[in-house]
């Protein structure tokens, strides 16, 4: 199977006039996107400029800035200076430009370099560079089940260890500091200092998620595991409270944590599946029947078992999961849970991030 990731990297110094050229250019991708037809780009890059709006369609920000997209034009030579160099199409100029870039980790000869985005902060100049390589799928031995939730970001459980891990305590911290920094400035009417915290929050925010992904993804390489996540589908409908409802739908982002997990095991073949999260945080993983929640313990009325309530819940992500481990020499089947109810699987996408 082919999996994908994104390598981020760094335009090296530039003489005067290849900088003024990159900026003219960079500049006219912006006005274009803007609706100015008449901005003078590259022919391939202008045909980047309009899959982009059409993507986007009305989600396009004309007071954003959007990374300037090139093709596959990333290519080795051996200088003192770095081995990578990138080739930008530049509107009037034959061949282009060819600026040196040294990114954060090799590009290896079995990797094949897709698409490109330049990125301007401040005075200096960042690429992002999609790369692909075909990976064999391995052979999993064991369940990695991950349970996102609300104290905890993730909480994971291994069939070959069922002790469980907690990740997202660093998350927590940080989110609520800049709750409490948004609402402080906010009662001052500092509304030009809440908007430059905002990407701060989220470089901060990304990292923390990056660190949990990778530290779950090694976990499953670790233990010849299957990683299955559940399916968060319609989570937002069901709040419960004023402060939960602002932690899930402003402060946690499963979505984006879920696709880092996704991308980075397909990387390394491991498979990812998605199944239903029917109450799996309500029914007691040890008798089946529905319990209560209070804060983060989970009680169950019929058992008397008592047990944290993420913990409870990433355990029956477990027992689904291991439904659609085959036995040997056996095909794989879809199981049903204790309701008769068929659980959806769904085939894991490839996440093209905009950070590393």
Known sequence: MKARKTIKGKILELRKGKEQLLKREYENWQRYLRGDKSAQLYSATRQQAERLLKRL??????????????????????????????????????????????THEPITEDMVCRDAKIIKKGDEWFIYITVEKEVEERSHKSVLAVDLGI?????????????????????????????????????KKAYKTIKKIGPKERRMVNNILHKISRAIVDEALENDSMIVLGNLKGIRRNGRGRVFNRKLNNGFPYYKLSQYIEYKAKWHGIKVLKISERNPSKTCHKCGHKGLQVESLFKCPNCGYTCNADFNGAMNILKRGLGYMPSPGASLTMPRTRYDERLTLEEPRISQLQSW
């Open 57 to 102: 369609g009305d989600r396009f920000n004309p007071n954003k800035e959007y990374p300037l997209i090139l093709r596959r034009d990333v290519y080795r030579a051996n200088t003192k200076l770095t081995q990578y160099w990138l080739k930008i199409p530049i509107y009037g100029v034959r061949g282009g430009i060819n600026v040196p870039i040294k």
């Open 151 to 187: 104290r905890w970001m993730a909480t994971t459980v291994n069939s070959n260890n069922q002790k469980p891990k907690f990740y997202g305590k660093e998350l927590r911290r940080v989110k609520g500091h800049f709750f409490w920094l948004r609402r402080t400035l906010a009662l």
